[in-house]
């Protein structure tokens, strides 16, 4: 009777813990990723993708849900299974041109950020994405205009070394990347994380059109967070644990899960 007695009670006890072990087990994060090419072809694309996908897994924040069409940009009710917005957390684009969205699903993402305060990441060349969009542009912070130094051993400083997404690096490092700039940049609306320092590179270089060169930085829009990075341009940038170390604070502070300051900080 004893041991009847024991098991009954051990059963109430792990019956009464699961639950509790179950609450403290946050649910994972969902991230739309979304690699799709109507202009330049970027080999770093697949790179980008894998990386975010493999990343969501070792940290077990998020799972990411990887496209290379924009089917899913939508607010509709979907068939066969399929996802639409409201079943993620934040988007990510690296993308080129001009994208097969119709106006539902251009303003369905606009609310997904601006209204559901959502999140929207993008990488190097979703700033080369949407030029006959305005809203896109305004939402990203701007779009590419040029990159007169092609691909070089580019010296980047850290503009905001306390922010969470960047304070793991170093206050100015160098790396090979392709270094954009940017048009129609607004700085009295974003927060720069990093720059090129321009200290260091031909600034008389022809084809060169600004006095500073931001390449990360992060903003509200409405109620949800954006964050681009220049940065991804050769596929070896995705294998740096420095670099994947931003994406994953960039993915959490994305999706509200760390704190980050997005006020501007238009002199930097």
Sequence with gaps: MKIVRTLILCSLVLALALPLCAQQQP????????????????????DALATLYKLGKDTGIWDTYVRTDTELITKKKMDRNAKNLGYFDA???????????????KAALLSFVREDGKGFLGAHNATDTFYQWPEYG?????????HPWMTFKAPIKVDDPSFPIVKHLPPSFEMVDEIYQTK???PEKVRVLMSLDTSKVDMKRQGVKYTSVPITWVKNYGKGRVFYCGLGH????????????????AVKWSMGL???????NPSK
Excluded at 27 to 46: Q, T, Y
Excluded at 91 to 105: C, I
Excluded at 238 to 245: E, F, L
């Design 27 to 46: 649910a994972k994060k969902r991230l739309l990723a979304i690699g799709m090419s109507k202009g330049w072809e970027h080999d770093s694309v697949s």
């Design 91 to 105: 988007v990510f684009f690296m993308t080129t041109g001009e994208l097969p969205m119709d106006d539902e699903q």
């Design 138 to 146: 305004d939402m990203i912070g701007g779009y590419f205009d040029g």
């Design 184 to 186: 129609q940049f607004a």
């Design 234 to 249: 050769p596929p070896e940038v995705w294998a740096r644990p420095d670099i994947q170390k931003l994406w994953i604070e």
């Design 258 to 264: 760390i704190p980050g300051d997005p006020t501007p």
